[in-house]
């Protein structure tokens, strides 16, 4: 059962989420590695939470693949937001599209 209000991490990684620009990625540990606590695990536990109030299709696995059962839907913002691709392929290319974080906070 998801509690009715996120707790501190969980809202941290929501905001840092909301964050990503459009086109941009995160894997679920630079999250964690940005928010210097947690794990790709408890990122990926938040996003099952509350991911869905956010533009979670922008938090990928490490090698580039978008959200389990998501993946349909997730290929099509990537193509609406010009998110760059490997080629022939249905990840995200990460050397191109990681976003490193909000600098300065």
């Known amino acids: 059962m998801v509690d ?5 991490y969980s809202q941290d990684v929501l905001d840092l989420v909301e964050r990503i620009p459009s ?3 995160m894997s ?19 996003m099952a939470g509350w991911g869905g109030a956010v533009p979670w299709w922008r938090v990928v696995r490490a090698d580039g693949r ?7 839907r997730a290929l099509s913002h990537y193509a609406s937001e010009a998110t ?6 249905d990840r995200v290319d990460m050397r191109r599209a990681r976003w490193e974080g909000p600098q300065g906070l």
């Open 23 to 25: 086109g941009r990625v």
């Open 84 to 89: 760059p691709m490997r080629p022939r392929s």
């Open 4 to 8: 009715p209000e996120p707790d501190e």
């Open 28 to 46: 679920y540990g630079d999250i964690a590695e940005y928010l210097e606590r947690g794990g790709p695990r408890q990122v990926g536990a938040v």
């Open 66 to 72: 978008p959200p389990s059962c998501h993946e349909a």
